[in-house]
């Protein structure tokens, strides 16, 4: 193993996560995963998310049919998760500038042939890719990887008083839809700001045409 094989997130710790969220996300949820066979079977790929609920990381990464690295916000890498994150494979980021360690690893995951998770909202929010960071398109034109968009819904129920539950209802549905594989690029290779800006864009149109695909087939028209 060389020197940037051992600073990138552990594989076989990603595999184990896969492992643990399938326990958890059939063992507290009913996931219905519709799509999985359109995520490649081998090689790179990025799975881009939308981002309503906390779930929504693990419930993609117990529901993917490969094992997921995620980028996690380093705020999550707190006491005890801290190791275990590191542990199971994940990426920590910082939000707040561009993090050129977490950036060098993502790309190594892709260099490796591995899968990249990303909710390219940067943030929890509306979960409907509204507002994008120009940091997915980077990755995908960069390792010229696909992106396969992932639907979440269900997981952001709401409350009598309209919050957010904690934790979405116990054994109540939850819905995974992964989408078709695309290239972000415009296939000149170019990562100039506004080659990734047009990228981006074509990406945003991209993922909510996904998601607002995602709601039809599931019956969740104005649900994430």
Known sequence: ??????????????????????????????????????????????????????????????????PVHFLVKKEAFTGPLDPFLRGI?????????????????????????????????????????????SGLAYFAVRSGAPIVPVAVLGTAEPRGDGRTRALPRLRGRIDVVFGDPFEAGDGSGRRTRAALDQATERIRKRLGAHLDAARRLTGRPDQT
Do not use: C
């Open 1 to 66: 193993m060389s020197a940037t094989d051992a600073a990138l997130p552990s594989a076989a710790g990603a595999a184990a996560a896969r492992r643990i969220g399938i326990g958890l996300m059939y063992g507290l949820w009913r996931p219905r995963v519709l799509g999985a066979w359109r995520v490649p079977s081998a090689g790179p790929v990025i799975l881009a998310g939308n981002h309503s609920h906390n779930v929504d990381g693990p419930m993609v990464i117990g529901t993917s049919p490969r």
């Open 89 to 133: 494979g994940q990426l920590k980021v910082d939000r707040t500038s561009a993090d050129r360690t977490a950036i060098g690893q993502a790309l190594g995951v892709l260099e490796r042939g591995g899968v990249l998770g990303i909710f390219p909202e940067g943030s929890r929010g509306d979960g409907d890719f509204a507002s994008l960071r």
